[in-house]
């Protein structure tokens, strides 16, 4: 979320289910916070934004973004940059919490990627699937899981919106009932390839 073309994400709000049930938000990213270690599956709103040329803040203000200036960003101990829009009330989320998260990745302006527009296996429908992994776990082995029949239909997590790396991580330290804003590096987002309209460094370097 910077003009110097790093990307960002946004993390939204987390709930926690209880042990019989589990109920399913860049200029930054905004993950929340999950509870005790493994002790229940936790539900996040994530959102992910594009710090690729920025909008500007007049622009922001229109679309009810909060414009939080840099020097108001955080360091967590990997070196990325975040703020907390809503501390939450709940647990706090630790290394090990399974969690659920929505996340949405917006370059630009508008929303690329996102758990709010899962497919269906029909590939007919979207949906809004909540994200599962383990906090501080390596990314892409929560995609492995089964095939899961829910209220919607039958959903993959292979087929589902793939988060950016940076989410493993700085969910760690959020509250239940949190939102927290992220900006992400590209090494830590989707790396040389890109993801959907937000483009891998090599790319984006070209494009401007």
């Known amino acids: 979320m910077a003009a110097s073309a790093l990307p960002s994400r946004t993390f939204h709000r987390l709930r926690l289910p209880s042990s019989a049930t589990s109920h399913p938000s860049r200029e930054t990213c905004l993950p929340s916070a999950v509870s005790r270690r493994r002790a229940a599956v936790q539900l996040l709103s994530a959102g992910f934004l594009t710090a690729v040329s920025p909008p500007p803040p007049s622009l922001a203000a229109r679309r009810g973004r909060i414009v939080v200036p840099p020097e108001d960003y955080l360091t967590a101990p990997d070196g990325l940059k975040y703020y907390d829009l809503i501390e939450g009330k709940g647990p706090t989320a630790e290394k090990g919490s399974a969690v659920q998260v929505h996340f949405d990745c917006i370059y630009r302006g508008i929303t690329a990627v996102s758990s709010r527009e899962s497919k269906l296996l029909a590939g007919n429908r979207s949906i809004a699937q909540p994200y599962e992994f383990i906090v501080g776990s390596p990314p892409g082995k929560e995609r492995k899981r089964d095939f899961t029949d829910n209220a919607n239909g039958l959903y993959s997590a292979q087929a589902a919106p793939k988060p ?39 790319r984006r370097n070209v494009n401007t």
């Open 164 to 202: 950016p790396a940076a989410m493993y991580t700085i969910t760690e330290g959020m509250k239940v009932g949190g939102k927290r804003r992220v900006i992400v590096p590209p090494e830590l987002g989707y790396g040389k390839r890109g993801m959907s309209e937000i483009p891998g460094p090599k």
